[in-house]
């Protein structure tokens, strides 16, 4: 009899601990259907456009991204406690040691996180948590093969340059007007 009691507080320890896991995977499926979040998924195909100035390079790592999932979730209707609970989540979520700092850029309005899973060599995901605290926030999961954690670096330097067309999003975005 007290096996059975030990191994069932076993499995029953096992389910909770497993329950309180929180991945950014589960909390993405988690909003899929939540009317108060917008959410795309973008092939980068379409990030090339027709008039990509992209240089073999940038063409190289930007075919090594086979997708971006992207949920946002923006201010509006006074929704701010509700914007501060779910960005408080991600900010857990994201502290978490699997994912990885890759870099931070903050300025006095926005705050942007880039983070990654993986090793040192191959990036499985990368991750961009950008949050303004009049807008809203929005979450960039890209996923590919052989991302390496240079190269995600050297993407975000050709997007600051306008070397990708972010156009696929820019509808999106249209979300975060006030």
Known sequence: MK???A????????VLISCNDKSLQKYLVQKQ??????????????????NSN?????????????KINVVAYPIKDANLAEFE???QELESILAQEQYKDL????????????KYTGDDDT?????????????????????????RPEQMLQLMKTIEKGGVDLSPIGGMMKGFDN
């Open 3 to 5: 096996i059975t009691h």
């Open 123 to 147: 990036i499985d995901e990368v991750i961009v948590f950008a949050s303004d605290n009049t807008k809203g926030f929005a979450v960039f999961r890209l996923l590919g093969e052989n991302m």
């Open 103 to 114: 870099t931070r850029i903050n300025s006095n309005d926005w705050s942007a996180t880039l």
């Open 85 to 87: 609970v779910e960005k």
């Open 7 to 14: 191994i069932t507080l076993f499995i029953t320890a096992l």
């Open 54 to 66: 992209l240089t073999a390079e940038e063409k190289e790592i930007l075919s090594s991204i086979k």
């Open 33 to 50: 259907d939540d009317p108060k979040f917008m959410k795309v998924d973008i092939p980068t195909s379409l990030l090339e456009g027709e």
